[in-house]
């Protein structure tokens, strides 16, 4: 059984860990063929509203992670990705920043701890994160591989942009989907059991729980942000 921590902090408190999440995300990118993605450039390193959560094995190692950024002056990920096939994802996002909106996004997990169901964990971690920062709506991009597992955890799809929601991305051989959550606080379209759990880590961000995927259990340690005002003077 693996034992693995969830480490949330903000991005400019901590560029070696933030080098080491882009590193891991880049490897298991190039694997599939995937060279460019707007959500593996480097700048969100110095975005002062970008909330990393690293999941590190027993040993210190980097095997996983997602971002949580919040919309300001600067673009969200899924704007730059997709914002030169259709505009309207600038009006969608900025719809919402007045009642601060973010985006899950950099979700990855290395292939040594696949199977773990660790994306499922992490994105929940996100979405719970995102709730602990005061975030009201979260965007996501997802591929097709999460999709699914995205809808589980309350996301649906924006039917209003691309086509139905699709977008190739970031191939033409490639689909990804723009999903959308319109209520993190009651979290109404996720199923019993994503519900459950992103309220249980948001009530307890500090907690440890026996988590079970297809291929094994892992022994998770959340140490997520309680709220916005630890971010500050760290």
Known sequence: MISVKFRAFPAVNDPESCRRFILGHRKVLEAYGITMITSNNAYWMEHANTYVI?????????????????ADDTHLPIEDAVGNVDKRIYEVVSKYKSSRTAEACGLWNAREVAGIGLS?????????????????????????????????????????????????????????TAMFIDNIADMNNASDEDRSHIFEIRKNPSIVRMETGPKGTAIIEYKLLENACETENK
């Open 120 to 176: 499922f964990s992490l994105l929940r971690a996100a979405i719970a994160q995102a709730g602990l920062l005061g975030v009201q709506t979260l965007f996501a991009l997802a591929a097709p591989v999460t999709v699914n597992m995205c809808l589980n955890a309350g996301f649906v799809i924006e039917r209003s942009l691309g086509k139905d929601g699709f977008f190739n991305y970031p191939k033409l051989d490639l689909v990804a």
């Open 54 to 70: 690293l999941a590190e094995d027993a040993d210190g190692n980097a095997v996983g992670g997602v971002r949580v950024q919040i």
